[in-house]
């Protein structure tokens, strides 16, 4: 059974940082591709970021560049999202999702206020 | 960057009646494989979203057959033959050509 389990989401102040886990299970890790999307509280869904299988290419939203890193270890079966910078527009449920798009985590909530 | 743009903003609709959410993007979703790629969600209410349609017709596993995806280029649609009660929650379609963008969504309600 294909498991996605986030973590780490807090509290934070404006500006801070933090990082987000999601720990894999149920698949071959190392075979695909991984995203982060996340939903700010009674909102719609917005994509942050991808990382190919090994980690050679990452991609990100504009609203995120240059603030968010992608990252994951293969030996771990874990994915990881290093977010830099934090804002108040930041505040959002968090999910990674496998490659394929069919399966999605939880969730981890980010809130970014003083 | 693709814009998806889901219509209508919601629908109430009565148990065993069908029901149908458009989605169009900003440019066609048709990719040089071959493949189209958009992809049909549901978000029930304080759950993940969950993968209806994929490729615009393919119904993922465990997705019951009254759901159905069709279209092509730049027009899709989702339909269910026959609305349940446990249909309850906001769609979401996505392309999926261009890195990810998923329309604003469409909230079903039952009457």
């Known amino acids: 059974e294909v498991q996605l389990v986030e973590s780490g989401g807090v509290v934070v102040q404006p500006g801070g940082s933090l990082r987000l886990s999601c720990a894999a299970s149920g698949f071959t890790f190392d075979d695909y591709a991984m995203h982060w999307v996340r939903q700010a509280p009674g909102k719609g869904l917005e994509w942050v970021s991808l990382?190919?299988?090994?980690?050679?290419?990452?991609y990100y939203a504009d609203s995120v560049k240059g603030r968010f890193t992608i990252s994951r270890d293969n030996s771990k079966n874990s994915l990881y999202l290093q977010m830099n910078s934090l804002r108040a527009e930041d505040t959002a449920l968090y999910y990674c999702?496998?490659?394929?798009?069919?399966?999605w985590g939880q969730g981890t909530l980010v809130t970014v206020s003083s | 960057d693709i814009v998806m743009t889901q219509t209508p903003l919601s629908l109430s609709v009565t148990p065993g009646q069908p029901a149908s959410i458009s989605c169009k993007s900003s440019?066609?979703?048709?990719?040089?494989?071959?493949?189209?790629?958009l992809y049909w969600y549901l978000q029930k209410p304080g759950q993940s979203p969950q993968l209806l349609i994929y490729e615009v017709s393919s119904r993922f596993s465990g997705v019951p057959d009254r759901f159905s995806g069709s279209g092509s280029g730049t027009d899709f649609t989702l339909k269910i033959s026959r609305v349940e009660a446990e249909d309850v929650g906001v769609y979401y379609c996505m392309q999926g050509i261009h890195l990810l963008t998923f329309g604003g969504g469409t909230k079903v309600e039952i009457k």
């Open positions: 999702a496998k490659g394929d798009l069919g399966y």
């Open positions: 990382i190919s299988w090994d980690g050679g290419s990452t």
């Open positions: 440019q066609s979703l048709l990719h040089s494989d071959g493949k189209t790629y």
